[in-house]
C-alpha cells in the first residue's frame, strides 16, 4: 500500500478500508486524504449513520459493569479472530473492564429484553433490508439504548470517529 501511494501522480480523494486496520491506513494517509470503511458506507446507506454515531459515543460511558449486545443479521459460522464476537469485546474490555458482559444474537433472533442492555453493537447487516434493519434501530430508540455498528464503533475505539465520518458532512 505505501508503494501504491507514492507511485500516484495524484494523492486519492477517498480511501475505503476495512474498519480493522483503521490505525495502519491512517499512519499511511495525509490528514487532507478522505477516509472512511465500508462498514460506515453500509451505515449510512442501509441505517442511519447518526444513530450509529450517536450509539459509538455512547462507548465512551461504558463501566465494567455493563451489559452489550452483540447483534447480527446473518447466521454464519463464527471464524476464530472473529470481528463482532471475540475483537470488538476484547478491545471494549481492555478500555472499560473486564467484568464487561456481552451476549450474542445471529439471524432474525433479536432479544425483547434490549431495555437491559447499555449498547447495541450490530453488523453492517449486509444480509438485511434496510426496513429489517431500521426496524432495530428503532426498537433500540424506543428503549433508549445506544445502536452502532462494527465500523463506526472500531473508528470510535480507535479515535478516529470523526476524521472517518467527515467524508459523509450531513
Known sequence: FPRL???????PGLVITDS???PQVNGLLSQEVPLTSFSIVMARNKGDLATFV???RAIR??????RILVAEACTHAPLEEDI????????LRQRVGEGLTVDISAG????????????????????????????RLIMADA????????GVAIAEINGMLERVISVFPE
Request: contains cysteine; hydrophobic residues 30%; aromatic residues 10%.
Open 84 to 91: 463482532g464476537r471475540e475483537k470488538i469485546p476484547k478491545w
Open 108 to 135: 432474525l433472533d433479536f432479544p425483547e429484553n434490549i431495555g437491559e442492555y447499555s449498547l447495541i453493537l450490530h453488523c453492517g447487516g449486509c444480509m438485511f433490508t434496510r426496513k429489517q434493519l431500521m426496524s
Open 61 to 66: 460511558g461504558l463501566k465494567e459493569s455493563d
Open 5 to 11: 501511494l507514492d507511485s500516484l501522480k495524484d494523492p
Open 143 to 150: 428503549e433508549n439504548v445506544p445502536i452502532t455498528n462494527y
Open 54 to 56: 450517536r450509539g459509538a
Open 20 to 22: 480493522q486496520v483503521f
